[in-house]
């Protein structure tokens, strides 16, 4: 499976290399990844909580806030 | 009493020795010689005579070895020669040199000249309008004088020198020829250009030499629906940036890993243009300051149906200079859009 893929451009030269990331840049990216994922459910499962403790339904919270 | 020769040690009779016995005085002596010289005998034509060890008359006819030099014609180059004796011949292509660093090139086939060394700082070069194919020119370094000097083309293969420019100036082009700015306070300089692909973009070695930076992302698209673009600067993963915005991302947060939640891009559909995302980077080649990141995006949502405006600031905690930016998606791999980079003067 090929792996995520870096641009790198180098501005002082203005060479412009794509490649698949290297380990350590993949490791990094990966955890960028799980990170947002965790954070999105985090904030989803907030969100729920808040909506059924006001007892209005996600439509009528956005009604309230347009 | 016989005496013997002093060289060859033959038995010769004296007076007495033939009064007495002359037969036997002679026959001693001839069987004398003919021991000594039987190394002589035998042979077949055209061999030689050769010594066989080192004892006196100990020879040996052997073949004379084929490969002696009859003679040395001297050929193209050379000099002299003969047929016998001791036979001098001399090197013409050494003794046409003069002077040190000088060499030899043909001018065609089998003729040679000499080529006078260059001076200083010259390369040999072909040149096929030389009557010898070569030339000495100045090489690079010749036409660099100062430090901080620039080679360029003033024509198709001809080297000349830029000098330096004064602090503060950028190379530009004018007249087709690089020459130093002095770029005015407030100036933008376009520093990078490309498109959002991959999974990651980084934008490297950023000079040091503006006052800001602004970055201008258009048609920002991720490939997965409501992404968010997230940034780095330096490589810098750690917990050093802090996200203050406002619109759909109106936290304050500290110790993020990233200058994130700003913006967010609706996975590439018909309806989404993607969006316009501006940051500037204040002060950015300061050592001093932590830097502060001005937020500007305006994106379309992915699950919502209007446009997200966001604006806010980030601050990374740092004093060191900035020079890499990197972006990338909260979630999967960027679907389009471009980048440009401007120093701001």
Redo the contacts between chains.
Sequence with gaps: MAK???????????E?I?RE?NDA?LA??E???L???TD?ATKAAAKAALLSKLGITEDEAKLLLS | MATTTPNFGWSVPTSTDLVKDGATAIETLGDSIDASLVDLKGGTTGQVLSKNSNTDMDFIWVTDAAGDIQGVTAGVGISGGGTSGTVTVTNDMATSMTTKGDIIVATGSSTYVRQAVGTNNQVLMADSAQADGVKYANEATATLTTTGDLLYASAANTLARRAIGTSGQVLSVSGGLPTWTTISAGALTE??T?SL???????????GSYRNLWLVLKGFTPATND??L?GRVNND?SSAYTNRGSGATSDYSIGN??WNNLSYGAKNNSESAGGICVFEFLEYASTSNNKMILKNSFTKSGSATGWNYIDGFAQWNSTSAIDSIQL?C????FSSGTYV?YGVK
């Design positions: 995520p893929t870096i641009k790198i451009h180098n501005v002082e030269t203005d412009v794509e990331m840049e990094i990216w955890a960028d990844q990170k947002a994922a999105e | 520093l990078a490309g692909s991959g999974s990651s973009v980084s934008i490297s070695s950023i000079s992404a968010s997230n993963s890993t990233s990338f909260s979630s999967g791999n980079l």
